[in-house]
């Protein structure tokens, strides 16, 4: 298995609704790996759509066949930025005559800073593959820079007990955490240091040893 270490650095604010409580819509720290996997390139969504709904598992599908699989990324250094938003509340009747009141509304979007970095590995199991330097991430689709820090070849590890090395989707793990942190984000939550009892895909960089399941790959519920 060809593991690719990756660091993402923000240009940009990063904006997602992970949270929303009241007027105050908070991104959090972790970045899931359904977006990551679509900015990368490694997979696309039309641009329109008649319906507006999520079509994950028609266009993910394609990289489990290819063998390739994108971690959710866990924050390394984070920093937030808080932007205050106006919208106009109108009101119409179903005349489309206009409401009697027009009052603006105000909101408080938690941004993911510029300088912000994440962490997160690429899995390919039969291809070399090309990391792209740039992608965009985010309502705003803001700019950030993406840099190889590691490749190498992971040495498969018989079962035992380990805790990962990085953030999982639970989805897409074949073995059942017994341990771990519930990160709650849409569309499904992630976990973090998650203990698990399984084959494992082992390397070591930067003077560790990173650890991932084996046999991950990309699951929708249906």
Known sequence: M???LCR???HENLFFATREVGRLYETGRYLHNYAL????????APYFHREQVPRYGEQLHGLNERGIY???ARGVEVE???ATFKYADNHYH???EPGRLNTPSFGRAKEIAVGSVFEFV???AHEVLSVPRWIRLGLWRSKAAISVTHTTDARASAQQEHTASL???????PAAPRVFDLISMPPSSLIDYALVTCDWWMWQATDTVWRLPQGMQYTIPG
Do not use: F, H, I, K
Request: hydrophobic content about 50%; glycine content about 4%.
């Open 167 to 173: 953030p999982l989707n639970p989805l897409d793990v």
């Open 122 to 124: 690429v899995l390919s």
């Open 70 to 72: 994108v971690t959710p």
């Open 37 to 44: 996997t679509y900015a990368l390139g490694l997979t696309a």
């Open 94 to 96: 179903v005349q489309m």
């Open 2 to 4: 060809r593991v690719y």
């Open 80 to 82: 937030y930025s808080l």
């Open 8 to 10: 993402l650095t923000l």
